[in-house]
């Protein structure tokens, strides 16, 4: 089998959907050997921010001299980017060789009217490369939610960290912020370790009381420890508990992903593995993940940002008014529709010179009617692009005429788009 062959194996699943819920997984890791229980794993749940963790814990274990797998999804520039070793992408060849090995227990499963989805056959494929690769630990991104999340088939996570908590996914987690910490806090397991940053009470309150039931040794994040020193649209200088870091990814928001890497750091530790403040330092500033406020042009600056709910784009509106304040902006934007749309895009009102509405290639898309319906509440020239190369196109031109900027928001799947496009 072949890697074209592989992927509409797997893009054979999309007709599934989402069905949270762990036997099905973990019936098709006991037909491969439960690959599951041969790698050691740091758990990562959260609505926003979790990717950004994942991706500085394991460029600070990489430094660290730990051979570390790394699983987090979506994915921006290409499908094998969602599980790689020491930086390294599974190869295609590799991907395809494990696809051909268990699709026949998928296939099996699926007459059988076990029916497994695609994250979790992407899930099990992760587990099993993992093993392969004989990987010192592995940091693992849930898909959705947590406690019914296919990854949470792991039993003893060295810790489970909690990142940013807000509304998303609500149809599927519920639509209070307690209802979606109950799911997140799902990943936290019996006498393990749990890492977190204070947010809302209310999010506080069942994050702690879950630790404490489960018996969990608990490391929070101090904000009032947290000092930073410079930032920009390249990144920031910060100290956490008198601990000098440069951290490469922009925005405030970014601090408190990078503190609460830091306090995993102590669960590690107390696990066996030896981490100096030298690797913490250097990994922190290596850490690099696609369409986090980042730069893909300086003439005119275009910057491409995967902020899609409230939360993520309430952290972008801040960015925006701290590193691009007195430049015109004009957006590229499309969003999911299933996405609190009115409630995310309320957060740029105003910041905008003009938006480019486009479609992004997604079952799930909004159409760009409806969207231009709402962002003409918030901004005062809002256009329909049927192209998106035609977005982009004026936004350049006319950013160029003035000394502005040109920001790509709303869905990481136009990130990825718009990224192809121009790199």
């Known amino acids: 089998m072949d890697f074209n062959a592989a992927m509409d194996k797997i893009s054979s699943l999309f ?7 762990l036997d099905r997984i973990q019936k098709l890791l006991d037909r491969m050997g439960n690959p599951e229980r ?8 959260g609505t926003n921010g979790k990717g950004s963790i994942c991706t500085m814990l394991a ?6 001299g730990y051979k570390t797998g790394l699983f987090t999804s979506p994915y921006i520039i290409d499908f094998c980017d969602r599980i790689s070793v020491d930086g390294e992408v599974i190869s295609k060849d590799e991907l395809a060789k494990i696809v051909e090995e268990i699709f026949p227990f998928i296939d099996e499963m699926n007459a059988a009217g076990e029916p497994i989805t695609e994250f979790e056959c992407v899930t099990a494929i992760g587990f099993e490369y993992f093993a392969r690769r004989g990987c010192d630990i592995v940091v693992l991104e849930t898909g959705l939610g947590g406690r019914f999340d296919s990854t949470n088939v792991i039993s003893s996570p060295i810790a489970s960290v909690i990142s940013s908590i807000s509304l998303d996914h609500t149809a599927v987690l519920g639509d209070s912020l307690a209802q979606i910490a109950i799911e997140k806090a799902g990943i936290i397991k019996r006498d393990c370790a749990a890492v977190f940053c204070p947010q809302e009470q209310e999010v506080n309150e069942v994050i702690l009381g879950a630790a404490k039931a489960l018996n969990n040794a608990l490391y929070t994040v101090a904000p009032e420890q947290i000092k930073i020193i410079s930032e920009g649209i390249g990144g920031s200088v910060f100290e956490y508990k008198g601990l000098r870091c440069e951290l490469s990814l922009a925005g405030e928001h970014q601090v408190k992903n990078a503190c609460t890497a830091l306090e995993a750091l102590s669960p590690l530790k107390s696990a066996g ?4 403040d030298s690797a913490v330092s250097l990994g922190l500033k290596k ?5 986090r406020l980042e730069v893909l042009m300086r003439d005119p600056l275009f910057i491409l940002d995967g902020g899609h709910n409230p939360a993520g784009l309430e952290a972008l509106s801040r960015a925006v008014k701290s590193f691009l304040g007195g430049k015109k902006i004009f957006c590229i934007m499309s969003m999911l529709r299933d996405k609190a749309i009115d409630e995310a895009i309320a957060h740029l009102s105003g910041l905008f010179e003009r938006v480019y509405i486009v479609e992004i290639d997604n079952p799930r898309k909004i159409y760009a009617a409806d969207l231009k319906n709402i ?3 918030y901004f005062d020239s809002v256009e329909i692009c049927p192209d998106k190369s035609e977005a982009v196109g004026k936004a350049i031109a006319y950013a160029r005429q003035c000394d502005g900027a040109v920001l790509v928001c709303g869905s990481l799947y136009l990130a990825s788009e718009i990224r192809k496009m121009l790199i």
């Open 375 to 377: 962002a003409d509440k």
């Open 273 to 276: 593995f030896t981490i100096s």
């Open 287 to 291: 850490a690099f993940i696609p369409a």
């Open 59 to 64: 460029q600070i274990l990489r430094e660290s």
């Open 15 to 21: 007709k599934f959907g989402s069905m949270p819920g």
């Open 38 to 45: 041969k790698s050691r794993y740091i758990h990562i749940a």
